[in-house]
Structure formats: structure tokens, C-alpha cells
């Protein structure tokens, strides 16, 4: 998911919720599925040894052009397999 998106707010995070909760405001033009959110999860908790709940607040991106056309709409990319792991873009690094 790390190229197919970018995040636009601040994350926040509920740290009173069991596990906490994420919240991060993206862009996409392609949808986020619940699967690459499960993946992402995963990936935090092997790296952080900690769960936490992420929640994708997605704005749809679509591109237009004056010329009344626009790109085709790229093929969904396929999930990542289990050994690779997902990109974070440097834009939601903390500090970054």
C-alpha cells in the first residue's frame, strides 16, 4: 500500500481504546481494502511487538484533464506477498 497512497493530516492516535486506535486521513487512487489494512496491522505489530487498530479514512484521488480526458485507471496492484513487507511512505514517518 506505501506507493498507492499519501497520507494528508497529522496520524492520531486514541491511546485510551484496547489496542489503540490509529487514525490516518489519506489519498488514494485506488481503494484501500480491509486485507491491506490487516496487512499493515501486522506489519506494525512484528516491527513494534504491539497491536494496534488502524482506521483508513480514504478521499478518493481521480485525475481530470483540461483536454476532457483522463488516464485510465490503473489495475489494482496485487497484495504484497506474506514475506515482502509494506512500504511507509516517508511523508507518515514521525519526524520525517
Do not use: C
Amino acid at each position: 500500500m506505501g506507493q498507492q497512497v499519501d497520507l494528508i493530516k497529522p496520524i492520531k492516535v486514541d491511546w485510551n481504546k484496547q489496542p489503540p486506535e490509529v487514525y490516518l486521513s489519506v489519498r488514494a487512487k485506488t481503494p484501500v481494502t480491509p486485507k491491506q489494512v490487516g496487512e499493515v496491522e501486522d506489519y506494525l505489530y512484528r516491527k513494534l511487538g504491539r497491536r494496534f487498530s488502524l482506521v483508513f479514512q480514504v478521499s478518493q484521488v481521480q485525475e481530470i484533464r483540461s483536454t476532457g480526458t483522463s488516464p485510465p485507471t490503473p489495475e489494482p496492484k496485487k497484495m504484497l506477498a506474506p514475506h515482502r513487507q509494506p512500504q511507509i511512505p516517508l511523508s507518515s514517518r514521525k519526524g520525517g
